[in-house]
């Protein structure tokens, strides 16, 4: 099968680039710049392993010349999830938001046109902003229809197909007007099985079936081209799957199909532990177990009512025979944290954080990945940052055919 030239944006340190090239696809051009940052630690990192001299690669995407970057089949790329609002300039149409990066997608969209289009966001996309839930996920969904793509969506969470992380994450996968897979879609997307059987996620993250068709056509969705109108008023229950097809659009709540094998922090943890990673101070340690147990506190409002927050307790330890939590930006360090890991080391029994090395095979990485000369709170900031590789290799393998 030939494979795909791609283009990735906020490359981190390779995760699209790693699953890709592993079922088989080339990267033609990339881009890595960390904002408000002297030492660019993920992109020495992505050149410490990629051979490119790509112009771009570590230079701020606002300052890009779009008309520059190279013709490819694939985009990809995991972006912050910002405000997406638009307003309109005079003459010039629509403008997004200054430094909103979804722009910067949009505009290399809308010079190259390539084939397909893959992106991962936080699942939150969906419902943001709180004021206007689903208006960010509807402002791309407009950008993408005038550009001539279809577009699915699905909420992957890695541990519930075996992967050994909880990791929930959006990624949505757009195909251009004459691909072969949008005259699949323009074809079976009415079909009740489409988003079980037939969409672009349903081999590789299998679902539960159910052959309910939920297709909503309202006029909000009528006018998803016009992408002032969707910033300014437009407001919508995005379910964990759904596509746009046109103006017909279908969303609804799936459930993992998965009985494969599942791969639990136990499974991936270090031999030999270095003597830093070590929590024996007794006053830490009850500081890290107060902080993951359960509280409600009376807190006052700025208004001068009072309500009462609570939050549930978190494990302590973390056990090792489930898939880790969601990997953080501050993960690791001896400093006690609600939603850092703590674990009982099962060779010593004595409690610890969890390795950068550990953290990246976690995450889907080579042990060591990030071992390129960057301090270890950076190490385990790019992995906050970085996707599942595994996923990715999924994804690339439906792409290949």
């Given at each position: ?81 910002q405000d997406y609002s638009v307003a309109t300039v005079q003459a010039q149409g629509i403008e997004g938001k200054k430094g909103v990066l979804w722009w910067a997608i949009e505009k ?37 229809h005038n550009l001539g793509y279809c577009v699915e969506w699905r909420v992957v969470n890695a541990a519930e197909y075996g992967f050994p992380q909880k990791r929930r994450r959006t ?231």
């Amino acid at each position: 099968m030939p494979k795909l030239k791609v283009v990735e944006l906020f490359a981190g340190v390779g995760g699209f680039r790693l699953g890709l090239e592993k079922s088989g696809h080339k990267t033609v051009w990339a881009n890595q710049w960390e904002p408000k940052t002297k030492v660019q630690h993920a992109f020495d990192c992505y050149s410490a392993h990629f051979d490119d001299s790509f112009k771009d690669l570590n230079t701020d995407i606002n300052e890009v010349d779009y008309t520059k970057v190279p013709n490819h089949d694939l985009l990809v790329g995991g972006f912050p999830c910002q405000d997406y609002s638009v307003a309109t300039v005079q003459a010039q149409g629509i403008e997004g938001k200054k430094g909103v990066l979804w722009w910067a997608i949009e505009k290399i969209l809308r010079e190259k046109r390539p084939k397909y289009v893959l992106l991962e966001n936080v699942d939150r996309l969906l419902r943001s902003p709180t004021q206007q839930r689903g208006r960010d996920f509807g402002v791309i969904l407009s950008c993408l229809h005038n550009l001539g793509y279809c577009v699915e969506w699905r909420v992957v969470n890695a541990a519930e197909y075996g992967f050994p992380q909880k990791r929930r994450r959006t990624f949505f996968f757009a195909a251009q007007k004459g691909t072969k897979w949008y005259k699949n879609m323009e074809k079976r997307h009415l079909e009740p099985d489409f988003i079980h059987n037939k969409g672009f996620f349903s081999d590789e993250f299998k679902v539960k079936q159910d052959n309910t068709l939920e297709i909503n056509l309202f006029d909000e969705v009528k006018n998803i081209a016009d992408t002032q109108s969707i910033s300014d008023t437009f407001s919508y229950h995005f379910l964990n799957s759904g596509f746009l097809f046109n103006t017909t659009i279908s969303t609804k709540k799936v459930f993992p199909d998965y009985n494969g094998k599942q791969t639990v922090l136990g499974d991936i943890l270090d031999k030999t532990v270095d003597d830093k990673y070590f929590v024996r101070d007794e006053a830490q340690i009850w500081k890290w177990k107060e902080l993951k147990g359960a509280k409600k506190r009376k807190v006052k409002r700025k208004d001068g009512g009072t309500f009462f927050y609570s939050e549930g307790s978190m494990p302590f330890p973390e056990p090792l025979e489930a898939p880790a939590r969601t990997i953080i930006t501050s993960e690791g360090g001896q400093t006690p944290s609600r939603f850092k890991h703590i674990i009982m080391d099962p060779k010593k029994n004595e409690y610890r954080t969890l390795t950068p090395d550990e953290v990246e095979k976690i995450c889907g990485f080579p042990a060591g990945w990030t071992n390129t000369g960057m301090p270890d709170n950076w190490r385990y900031f790019c992995m906050g940052n970085a996707l599942v590789v595994g996923l990715i290799e999924k994804m690339g393998k439906t792409l290949l055919n």
